[in-house]
């Protein structure tokens, strides 16, 4: 029987790869990539020459058995996403689940994931947190919002450039104009960026500076009394 390799990638800097990272995927019989071109260009940077299939949030579902079948015949496989831990926001849990329920062992490397660095570079507590990623676009997203209105950690989000200031003002109407932020965009890249402040203060900030890259949200729970 075959191993699931679930191998984090860069969310920015390339020197974030670790060699084990490089090793599993010189050595699996196939990689599964979310983006078959951008993770053609990061094994070319580092000389793996591999076969890459595509598994995205789209086509998991399908794709998931015919994995498991290569896994139980005795083929190693490395899942990984455009960038950072597959997995966290990104496909990944389903092959995992289909995997464990056929027993497959399953590894994950330790390695990139961007809500880290921005959480602990934040200012905020970080001992304990709530991940709550990306935020429904519409339906559920005020109901949602308002169920986190008594949180007491640190929460954490991810979303897009394009809709960072309209998810500030909604946070800011939920939460209170005056809770602590911490805005983290472009991690490990040249760019990088935290810009840290009341909510009112950091959605005034990227009204004047149009962000973009991408984007981490880390804001403070409500205070304990």
């Known amino acids: 029987m075959g191993t699931l390799y679930i ?21 699996v ?9 951008t993770s053609g260009i990061l094994l070319k940077h580092f000389d793996i020459h591999n076969h890459l299939l595509s598994h995205h949030k789209f086509n998991e579902h399908g794709t998931s058995s015919g994995v498991v079948e290569r896994l139980l015949a005795g083929e190693n496989v490395a899942l990984i996403s455009d960038a950072g831990t597959p997995g966290i926001s990104d496909p990944g849990f389903f092959l995992v689940r289909e995997a464990v329920r056929a027993g497959v062992e399953v590894q994950c490397l330790p390695g990139a994931t961007a809500f880290v660095p921005a ?3 934040s200012g905020l507590p970080c001992d304990r947190f709530a991940f709550e990623g ?14 986190l209105q008594e949180e007491t950690r640190t929460m954490i989000f991810y979303e897009s450039p394009y809709r960072l200031v309209k998810a500030l003002e909604q946070f800011a109407e939920v939460f209170g104009a005056d809770r602590q932020v911490s805005v983290c ?5 040249i ?14 900030h990227f009204k004047e500076h149009e962000p973009k890259g991408e984007i981490v949200i880390v804001v403070a729970g409500k205070m304990e009394k």
């Open 7 to 27: 191998v984090p990638t860069p969310v920015g800097n390339m020197e974030d790869m670790t060699y084990r990272a490089v090793r599993i995927l010189k050595e």
């Open 134 to 147: 990306f935020l429904p676009q519409k339906k559920g997203r005020q109901t949602k919002l308002q169920s």
């Open 119 to 121: 959480l602990v570079s």
């Open 191 to 204: 760019h990088e960026e935290s810009v840290r402040g009341t909510l009112a203060e950091v959605a005034a």
């Open 29 to 37: 019989d196939v990689v599964l990539a979310e983006d078959t071109r």
């Open 185 to 189: 965009r472009e991690i490990s890249k």
